[in-house]
C-alpha cells in the first residue's frame, strides 16, 4: 500500500519563535482581521472577491455547545463504543476471503450494529464551541463515490452520517455508484436506500470512472451548498458537522478539512490517529502523501488549540467545499485517472489561486484503512504509470521549473511520459492570476523541506544488473532492516529500480540502502540526502565508501559485502535504465 507508513513525527526541530497572530475567536482581533484582509476591489484575482466574512463559532469554557448530543444511549453489543470485534475460528476461512475481495473482513465488519456508537475522540475543549445557528450555516451534500464496496461498511456509513448529522443541516447524501460488478451493489441497495424517504440520492456511472472523475460527477449531481465527499466505509463521530460548515460559512474558500481517525480493516476497532498532537498534510518528492506536526508557527496564531488550523494539503478523502467554489476553482482535473494525486492538484489550486485548506480538530470522521487495495483499475492498467501520470499533471501544472526537477529525480521513470492536454489547467492559472509553487513553500508547506530536503540529482539510475548474468540487485519487497538480495532482472522497476544520487544516496523509492550487518538492507532514508554509495562506472565496483567494501553476488539470491576485487565478476555491476511504460 502505497500510503502506509507514513507519519513522521518531527522531534528534531527546535520551537520557532512565538509568532502570535491575532486570536481568531476574540471580537478586537475580529476587526483587526478585516482590516488586514478586506475584499480589495481593485485586485485582479477575480477569485478574490468572492471572499466574505461571516458568523464565526464561539468558545464558551465549561457551557456545553448549542449541537453537543444531550443524551447519549448505553447500548451494549459487538464492536459498540468502537471496541474490537474477533470472528470464530469457523470463521477466519470466510472472514479471509472477504478481505481479499474487499480489503476488510467483512465477517467481523457484519457483527456490528448499522448505529454504533464511535467512541468520543475529539479534545475535550471540543465540547464547550457554539456554532453558527442552523439558519446561519450553509446545508451539507454528502458524496459517497464508490466502486466494490463492501455491503456492511459502505451501508454503515450512510447511517452513521444521518445519525450524527442535525437533521436542519443534512441536505442529503448523494451515492455514485462507479460501475461496480457486485450484486449487493444493484437493486438491494437501491431498494434499501428507500427506507430513507429520498434523503439518500443514488447515480450510476454507465463505465468505470474513477474516483476522481467520479466525484466531479457527485459534485454536479449534488444541490447543496456545501459539498462534502467522505469515502464509501466511514463512521461520523459526535458533532463533526458543525464545525466543518462554519468555517465555510465564516469564508466560503476554505476548504475545511475533518481529523480522520482509524478504523481497523479486521476487526474494527475505532482510534484516535492523533490525539495529543495536531498533524497536518504534506508530501515528498515523489508525492507521496505524508503527515506531520504542525509546526508551532502555525499553531500560535489560534487562541484555543481546539480551533482549526491551516494546512498545505489533505489525504484525498474527506473534506468540506462549498459547491460553487469547487466548480470556480475548475472541480478536479478531468485529465486525471483513477486514483491518486487529486489530492494535491485540489490543494496547490487552492493556495495557490486564492483560497486555503483548514483541517479541523473538533471534526473527526472514522476510516477504514483497507488491508490493500482489492480492485483493478479497469482498462488502464498497470496502475503505477496511472498514479504517476497523475503526480506529473500536478508538477506540470502547478510547480514551477525548478522545482519539477525535484519530482523527475525521484520518479526518474516517468520522464517523458505523454499526460495528455493540459493546456485547460495553464489557462486557468493564468486567468486567476494564481501564486507561485515557490510562494506555497515559503508560506504554506514550509515545514516540507525539514524533513524531505530538495534532492540532490541522480548520478545513475535504473536497475542493478550483473554485467555478466541476469541477476538484479532486488529489495524482494524485504521489510526495513532485513538483508535484500538479487534476482532475475524484470524490466518492470518497482524492487528493481534505484537511484544513486551524486551525494552518494542508493534509494529504492522512498528507501534508502544502508549496510545491514554483512549485506545491504532498506532504512528510512536519513534527512540529510547523502549516503556511503558510490559507482565506478568502468569497473562496474559498488562501493561503501565508509566500509572500504563492495556489494557482491552470492549464489542465486543473496548479496553480501566483501573486500573490493575488481577481477570478481560478482562485483562487477552495470546500473542500467529502463522504462516502465
Ligand atoms: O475507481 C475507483 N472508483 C471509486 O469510486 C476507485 C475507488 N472508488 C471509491 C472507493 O469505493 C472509495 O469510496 O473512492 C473512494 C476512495 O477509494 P479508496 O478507499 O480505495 O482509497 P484510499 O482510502 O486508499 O485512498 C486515499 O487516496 C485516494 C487517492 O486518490 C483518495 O483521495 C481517497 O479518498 C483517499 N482516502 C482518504 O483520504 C481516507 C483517509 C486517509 C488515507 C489514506
Ligand atoms: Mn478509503
Redesign the pocket.
Known sequence: KL?NDQKLVNALKPPEAHVNLNPVLDSDAEVEHMQQAPPDPNQQNVLKEVKQYGPKAVFKDGILGNYEPKNIPQITGPGEGGEPVYISMAEKAQGDRSTQEFGFNMVASDKISMTRRVPDTRMDECKYWDYPSASQLPKASVI????N?GWSTLVRTVHSIINMSPKELLHEIVMVD?FSDKPHLKDKLAEYLKQFDGLVKLFRNTK?E??IM?RTLGAKYSTGEVIIFL???CECNYNWLPPLLARIAYDRTIMAVPI?DGIDWDNFRYAPVYSKEHFRGIFEWGFLYKESRVPDRELNTRAHDSEPYKAPTH????FAMDRKYFFEMGAYDEGMQ???G??FELSFKLWQCGGSIEWVPCSRVG?V??NH?P?GFGDINPKIPVILLNYMRVVEVWLDDEFKEYFYTREPTIRGYDIGDISKQLQFKKDHNCKSFKWFMENVAYEVTDKFPYPPPNKAWGEIKLRNGYSCIDTLNKPLGQPIGIGGCHHYGGSQLFRLNVEGQLANGERCLAARSKGMGLEVCPVKQSGPWDWNENTGLIRNKDLNKCVQAIGSSGLELRECNQNESNQQWEIKKIKTW
Open positions: 500510503q459517497l463515490v464508490f466502486h464496496e462507479d468505470r474513477g474516483l467520479t469515502d464509501a466505509h480522520v489525504a484525498g478523502g474527506l483513477i486514483w491518486g487529486e489530492n476510516h484503512y483497507r487495495m480492485y
